[in-house]
């Protein structure tokens, strides 16, 4: 218990104002940290008799109409537990008038109720309200004999009250934090639930029409016309795209899932982008250069998923059969930082963002080109996910030519992930 030396004439001694503002910054740091209610009523009890060599200490809230005594640390007991109405006790009074009360003899004071308090050791308090406008409760303290307390006692314990009103509502918006992070984990679980049910149901009657198309060339055989041929081939060709784009969704709505550092397949950055050029097919007339300082510790998946986007997304809607492509990477601090550049058309201005959202493209497909738009839908949402940024830098088709997108991954993120591998 932290005991106030008074002087001669009967003010507070400096070196009491020293040490209890030092330990009311304590008291700060710990009310930042609460998470409920019953933690902070648990600091402020304590608290508030400890800053002002109080008897006793009370924490009330406001139930409506009622005064709820919900905590109490005092010598002996006060009222714990029980509620009273707001027009029959002193810390009624303090909340309908947002005011602080100092009462040196209860017994002298109209606003008192004798009868509760004859029970009680109490002859002297300060009741402060916590927050002054539309208070949200009070704290009491409470003395043996009968004192007048000092206006610094006084003026730490409103500052008490002033940050506990902080403290309760943040408590709530913690609380209702949890509430939308927990909704949103079941909307997520949903949704997932939801793309693997539909991505099941409608593969199933593609597999029918997949199959009988086949039927059909196999019964007409050698009967059947080249332009009718052409269409069940076409047919089958629209089938199949179907198929991976119900796969696509599928896996974006997977894409949720972190990567866990603790278990990471680290690779070397060069060996990691060449991987992932290898699984593109790269026309005869493309180069890509992959910069000398690569980072030499990378996780191979997702990132490989990132730069497989990336690549062959300049490579599919370049305007030329031949071009260059530019990995390149740096790094800060905290993040690795990529660049993948192209000499292709460029990307105007207006379309930065768009070419971001899910099944989203910017001109005609090439004939033999096939893309569902999902591409750079997937990069965002990987690097979102942990914790990662993208952007996009071009002047567009009638200025200066080639794109640039540049991405950060954190370094804390270099760990390995081994269900990624039904996202290749």
């Known amino acids: 218990m932290k005991t106030f ?46 800053l002002t060599g109080a008897d006793g200490a009370t924490f009330i809230l406001r139930d409506g109409d009622l005064c709820y005594y919900a905590e109490e640390n005092a010598i002996s007991p006060l009222w ?20 602080t009360a100092f009462i040196p003899d209860i017994y002298a004071d109209a606003r008192i109720p004798a009868e509760a308090y004859r029970p009680t050791f109490v ?91 086949e039927w059909i060339e196999e019964d007409a055989g050698i009967q059947m016309n080249p332009d009718s041929r052409q269409h069940v081939l076409t047919l089958r060709q629209r089938v199949r795209r179907m198929e991976r784009l119900l796969d696509d969704i599928l896996s974006y709505a997977q894409l949720e ?34 910069g000398a ?17 990336l690549i062959g997304n300049a490579i599919k809607h370049h305007n030329r059969d031949h071009g260059r492509i530019w990995v390149e990477a740096a790094e800060n601090e905290s993040h690795y930082v990529f660049a993948v550049r192209d000499d292709g058309p460029g990307i105007a201005p207006e379309h930065h963002e768009k070419i971001f959202e899910m099944f989203q493209t910017l001109g005609p497909k090439k004939p033999d080109q096939e893309s569902n738009g999902m591409g750079l839908a997937f990069v965002r949402k990987i690097l979102d996910v942990n914790g990662g940024t993208i952007q996009v830098e071009s002047a567009g088709p009638n200025a200066a030519p080639g794109t640039v997108f540049h991405f950060t991954w954190p370094k804390s993120m270099t760990g390995q992930i081994n269900d990624w591998s039904d996202l290749k």
């Not at 209702?176 to 909307?187: F, G, H, P, T, V």
Request: glycine residues 4%; contains cysteine.
């Open 5 to 50: 030396i008074r002087s001669e004439t009967g003010a507070l001694h400096s070196q009491w104002y020293v040490d209890a503002m030092e330990h009311f910054v304590d008291v700060v740091q710990d009310l930042s940290y609460a998470r409920s209610l019953n933690e902070v009523m648990a600091i402020v009890r304590r608290a508030a008799r400890e």
């Open 80 to 99: 714990k537990g029980q509620r009273f109405p707001m027009a029959r006790c002193i810390s009624g009074w303090v909340m309908t008038h947002g005011q």
């Open 123 to 213: 002859k002297s308090l300060v009741m402060v309200p916590i927050r002054h406008d539309s208070p949200l409760g009070a704290i009491g303290n409470y003395w043996a004999s009968n004192r007048v307390p000092a206006p610094e006692e006084i003026k730490i314990l409103e500052s008490l009250a002033n940050v506990t009103a902080v403290a309760m509502e943040n408590v709530e918006l913690y609380h209702e934090l949890q509430k939308k992070i927990r909704a949103l984990e079941i909307s997520n679980e949903e949704l997932n639930r939801f793309a693997w049910i539909a991505s099941h149901d409608l593969k199933s009657p593609l597999r029918s029409i997949d199959h009988l198309s």
């Open 257 to 290: 899932r972190k990567l866990d550092p603790a278990n990471a397949e680290i690779v070397d950055g060069r060996e990691l982008v060449e991987n992932a050029v290898a699984l593109l097919d790269v026309p005869a007339g493309f180069t890509v250069d992959i």
């Open 293 to 309: 300082h690569m980072p030499d510790r990378l996780p191979r998946m997702p990132l490989k998923l990132v730069f497989t986007n």
